[in-house]
């Protein structure tokens, strides 16, 4: 999974977070922004990817309203 194209996506989009590949072969990471912006967000991770992952399925927990952003832009963790 190419980090660099979700970090992409999420800079078009206007979302803020981190992304991040684990040990197990999949993704984590977390999204921040308003809430369209959000749901376009799950929706590319979703449907589209970059162009090398493959998606068996996605899983989005623990959202929540929040009153103010706790990131600045879209980064890779390691």
Do not use: C
């Not at 992409?8 to 999949?26: F, H, I, M, P, Q």
């Amino acid at each position: 999974f190419s980090n660099q194209y979700t970090e992409e996506e999420a800079r078009k989009l206007g979302v803020v977070g981190w992304v991040k590949n684990t040990s197990k072969g999949t993704v984590t990471g977390q999204v921040q922004g308003p809430e369209e912006k959000v749901n376009a967000m799950k929706s590319w991770l979703t449907k589209v990817g970059s162009p090398s992952s493959r998606i068996d399925r996605t899983s989005f927990s623990n959202e929540k309203e929040i009153s103010k952003l706790d990131f600045s832009g879209f980064s890779t963790r390691y």
